[in-house]
């Protein structure tokens, strides 16, 4: 089912959801099943799988050393039908502009297709590791509103080098994500507002927003959205915090303010185990406060690890 018929099914009643990464190459899915296994109480209706950028990595033949381009977390279509088959949940597989030319999309849309997947979450990914700045793939799309026409086109049936008339078309529910305190690369928020704007205006069913430790800040971001005419569901992203590292980390990489309220409970835990009960219990206020506000959905982002999401959706939901 497609995730905005979950929430329209929902009636109001806020669902619960969560994202994880594909294991790193090599290792078993088990752990990946171990972490969704205490969650499935929590009936989600849709699991979020996210994709990797290819990253380069240098390999030593006899003391020299070779440069290879490769995807260290490989698998998400195929985890995605995985869980889907073993724990009767939707499934949403991240589809990433950068990396992919438009010809091997088209590949995993219809792949996603076969599988039974209805929902795809649609992203123009980061730069990589040793860029400074976002560079698109020969052939692939440099914005994610590309992307999003491209799976639309597909859902009318309309391949990249063909329009074929057939009844078994796609029909994707498209996600986008949406930034409450801005993305990073944009100029104003306002800018980045009219950026979503165009995605959904090209076909996004909804909004998944990046994590944010203030609500005020989605409060504010909802209205906005609003007020330019930005009607689909706009979705919650919530992240625990879980290691002190993350004080400097989640406000260098996705330049997110934090609440001093936060920083100074963190700043007092003496070790991480400690941080991660803070994150946990900021998590859950937050949490609450925006299930009273009626968001159709709480997202979470798990990053591997499913205890505190745990811990938190014991009280929330
Ligand atoms: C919910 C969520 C899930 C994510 N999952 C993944 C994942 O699985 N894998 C991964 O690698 N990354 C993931 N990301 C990170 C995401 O790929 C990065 O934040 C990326 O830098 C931007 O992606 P986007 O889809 O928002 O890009 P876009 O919507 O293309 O926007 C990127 C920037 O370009 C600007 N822009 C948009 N259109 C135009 C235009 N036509 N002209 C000029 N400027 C424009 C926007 O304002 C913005 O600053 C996720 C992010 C979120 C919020």
């Known amino acids: 089912m497609k995730v905005t018929e979950h929430i329209k099914n929902a009636k109001g009643e806020?669902?619960?959801?969560?994202?994880?990464?594909?294991?790193?190459?090599?290792?078993?899915?088990?752990?990946?099943?171990?972490n969704i296994d205490p969650l499935i109480e929590f009936k989600p209706p849709f699991i979020d799988v996210t994709t990797s950028r290819e990253e380069y990595i240098y390999i030593d033949r006899?003391?020299?050393?070779?440069?290879?381009?490769?995807?260290?977390?490989?698998?998400?279509?195929?985890?995605?039908?995985?869980?889907?088959?073993?724990?009767?949940?939707?499934?949403?597989?991240h589809i990433l502009c950068g990396g992919f030319t438009k010809e091997e999309t088209e590949y995993v849309l219809i792949d996603c297709h076969y599988l039974g997947i209805e929902n795809v979450m649609a992203l123009r990914g980061d730069a990589r590791s040793e860029q400074k700045y976002f560079e698109p793939t020969k052939g692939g799309h440099a914005y994610a509103v590309n992307l999003?026409?491209?799976?639309?086109?597909?859902?009318?049936?309309?391949?990249?080098?063909?329009?074929?008339?057939?009844?078994?078309?796609?029909?994707?529910?498209?996600?986008?994500?949406?930034?409450?305190?801005k993305h990073l690369e944009a100029p104003s928020l306002q800018s980045d507002l009219k950026r979503l704007k165009q995605k959904v205006d090209a076909g996004a069913d909804y909004v998944v927003t990046q994590m944010f430790f203030d609500n005020q800040k989605y409060f504010q971001f909802v209205a906005a959205a609003r007020e330019m005419g930005i009607t689909v569901p706009i979705i919650p992203g919530i992240k625990p915090m879980a290691v002190k590292r993350h004080l400097q980390l989640l406000p260098q990489v996705f330049r997110i303010?934090?609440?001093?309220?936060?920083?100074?409970?963190?700043?007092?835990?003496?070790?991480?185990?400690?941080?991660?009960?803070?994150?946990?219990?900021?998590?859950i206020q937050q949490s609450k406060e925006l299930k009273a506000a009626g968001v159709p959905v709480l997202h979470y982002y798990s990053m591997g690890k499913s205890d505190n999401i745990h811990a938190i959706a014991r009280e929330v939901f």
């Open 14 to 34: 806020t669902l619960f959801s969560f994202e994880l990464i594909p294991p790193v190459k090599g290792r078993s899915i088990q752990e990946l099943y171990n």
């Open 62 to 93: 006899d003391g020299l050393l070779d440069k290879k381009l490769t995807r260290m977390r490989p698998g998400t279509v195929g985890i995605c039908a995985s869980i889907k088959h073993k724990y009767q949940v939707d499934t949403v597989p």
């Open 148 to 181: 999003v026409e491209q799976i639309h086109n597909l859902n009318q049936g309309k391949y990249l080098h063909e329009m074929i008339e057939n009844d078994d078309h796609a029909d994707f529910c498209i996600g986008v994500a949406g930034y409450p305190e």
């Open 257 to 283: 303010d934090l609440p001093q309220d936060l920083i100074d409970a963190v700043d007092a835990c003496s070790d991480n185990k400690a941080v991660r009960q803070v994150g946990v219990e900021w998590a």
